[in-house]
């Protein structure tokens, strides 16, 4: 490839976080295959991959892994770890590939597909949706395949396994890291992605890192709630392993303020989860900004989003979104803030969610509000 030579910094190009598949009667993959387009933001003359199996509690192998750029020229090359095809995880673990030689252009897709031939837990994978996260998967070993037999396969928002893909890439490069939730784990910054491409900031790659319903302070152990995933003081120092990251914006908080309903509503949500201001603010400085400090980030908080209406909403968790909100915008931890809360409030009632910016759980934002919380951020200072 033409100017292959100033190839030299790896750089994650597409990233996201392992947690706790939700728990279905059937826990278990054979004979099957998952295959994930990933939209190329950088050039780079080679490709590693981070795979997971974080969650697990058993060891997975991955009996064949493939990447291959979309295209005339289709042709799968072999992601091999430790020069050996198949990929075996073994239960709390992450595993990273041998460099894997390939020319890409930014604005290429590539295609990463993974065969499962034997009986396989599928405890480590994480939901997410938006424009540029979509995967399939089918029945059987297609890996090297083209195409996925229409009638063997079905789409998936489900990312099992992989986790990083970092380009051996120019020295300009660089990541920012998206961590939070459910309204991370969403749409937003997929579009943030679209955006910095389409007004031309293309030395920047979006790394998300959320999972839906985690908390800063507390987890759950029962299996109805293990897909909301760790707590942020043990996913903060796992996510943040990103190559050539540069910042990280932390939208994160609001599922402490209203999970908590009591012991005689939900069993597993009492009334003793429910943290202080001071207690979340604590933990933000502890658990993230200082470990992002000692990484050399620029750190970026971003205001949690009006829930009138949501289920479990009151007037106290609500004065406790917007006391908290306060301080991400104010205090001097951070180098700035993004403020998605007047990004898709209601101008006239900012307790709710601007008119057809409410996907109609009265938590989560729509496509429209998702799109107007990436305009919101300002590549300008942070790409």
């Given at each position: 490839?033409?100017?292959?030579?100033?190839?030299?910094?790896?750089?994650?190009?597409?990233?996201?976080?392992?947690?706790?598949t939700?728990?279905?009667?059937?826990?278990?993959?054979?004979?099957?295959?998952?295959?994930?387009?990933?939209?190329?933001?950088?050039?780079?003359?080679?490709?590693?991959?981070r795979?997971?199996n974080?969650?697990?509690?058993?060891?997975?192998?991955?009996?064949?892994?493939?990447?291959?750029?979309?295209g005339?020229?289709?042709?799968?090359v072999?992601?091999?770890?430790?020069?050996?095809?198949?990929?075996?995880?073994?239960?709390?673990?992450?595993?990273?590939?041998?460099?894997?030689?390939?020319?890409?252009?930014?604005?290429?897709?590539?295609?990463?597909?993974?065969?499962?031939g034997?009986?396989?837990?599928?405890?480590?994978?994480?939901?997410?949706?938006?424009?540029?996260?979509?995967?399939?998967?089918?029945?059987?070993?297609?890996?090297?395949?083209?195409?996925?037999?229409?009638?063997?396969?079905?789409?998936?928002?489900?990312?099992?396994?992989?986790?990083?893909?970092?380009?051996?890439?120019?020295?300009?490069?660089?990541a920012?890291?998206?961590f939070?939730?459910?309204?991370?784990?969403?749409?937003?910054?997929?579009?943030?992605?679209?955006?910095?491409?389409?007004?031309?900031?293309?030395?920047v790659?979006?790394?998300?890192?959320a999972?839906?319903?985690t908390?800063?302070?507390?987890?759950?152990?029962?299996?109805?709630?293990?897909?909301?995933?760790?707590?942020?003081?043990?996913?903060?120092?796992?996510?943040?392993?990103?190559?050539?990251?540069s910042?990280?914006?932390?939208q994160?908080?609001?599922?402490?303020?209203?999970?908590?309903?009591?012991?005689?509503?939900?069993?597993?949500?009492?009334?003793?989860?429910?943290?202080t201001?001071?207690?979340?603010?604590?933990?933000?400085?502890?658990?993230?900004?200082?470990?992002?400090?000692?990484?050399?980030?620029?750190?970026?908080?971003?205001?949690?989003?009006?829930?009138?209406?949501?289920?479990?909403?009151?007037?106290?968790?609500?004065?406790?979104?917007?006391?908290?909100?306060?301080?991400?915008?104010?205090?001097?931890?951070?180098?700035?803030?993004?403020?998605?809360?007047?990004?898709?409030?209601?101008?006239?009632?900012?307790?709710?969610?601007?008119?057809?910016?409410?996907?109609?759980?009265?938590?989560?934002?729509?496509?429209?509000?998702?799109?107007?919380?990436?305009s919101?951020?300002?590549?300008?200072?942070?790409?």
């Open positions: 490839m033409e100017g292959s030579q100033d190839f030299t910094k790896w750089v994650a190009c597409w990233g996201n976080a392992t947690s706790i939700d728990r279905k009667e059937c826990v278990y993959a054979k004979d099957v295959t998952l295959r994930y387009p990933v939209r190329m933001c950088f050039a780079g003359s080679k490709l590693r991959f795979f997971s974080l969650t697990g509690t058993e060891a997975v192998t991955l009996t064949r892994a493939f990447v291959a750029r979309v005339d020229d289709y042709a799968p072999p992601i091999m770890y430790n020069k050996k095809e198949g990929i075996r995880i073994l239960p709390g673990q992450e595993v990273e590939s041998d460099a894997v030689c390939l020319d890409v252009q930014a604005g290429d897709t590539i295609e990463v597909s993974l065969y499962m034997e009986c396989t837990q599928m405890n480590a994978g994480t939901l997410i949706t938006g424009p540029l996260s979509k995967g399939k998967y089918a029945y059987g070993d297609f890996a090297e395949s083209r195409e996925l037999p229409m009638e063997l396969s079905r789409n998936t928002n489900w990312f099992y396994f992989l986790n990083t893909i970092d380009i051996l890439t120019e020295e300009k490069n660089h920012l890291v998206c939070g939730d459910s309204i991370t784990a969403q749409s937003w910054p997929d579009y943030l992605a679209l955006r910095a491409w389409n007004e031309g900031y293309r030395d790659a979006i790394i998300r890192r999972v839906s319903g908390r800063i302070l507390r987890q759950y152990d029962c299996i109805t709630y293990q897909a909301y995933g760790l707590k942020g003081a043990t996913r903060f120092p796992i996510e943040m392993n990103v190559a050539g990251a910042a990280v914006i932390i994160h908080g609001i599922n402490d303020i209203i999970h908590p309903v009591g012991v005689e509503v939900n069993p597993f949500r009492p009334w003793s989860d429910m943290p201001c001071e207690e979340m603010e604590k933990g933000v400085e502890d658990l993230y900004v200082a470990h992002a400090r000692a990484l050399g980030l620029k750190v970026w908080s971003g205001t949690l989003l009006p829930i009138e209406g949501w289920r479990t909403y009151n007037e106290d968790r609500d004065a406790m979104r917007r006391e908290f909100n306060e301080w991400l915008r104010t205090s001097p931890l951070f180098d700035g803030c993004i403020d998605f809360d007047k990004a898709v409030r209601d101008a006239e009632h900012p307790v709710r969610f601007a008119p057809g910016f409410d996907s109609g759980d009265h938590l989560h934002p729509s496509e429209m509000a998702y799109e107007a919380m990436a919101f951020v300002p590549l300008d200072k942070l790409a």
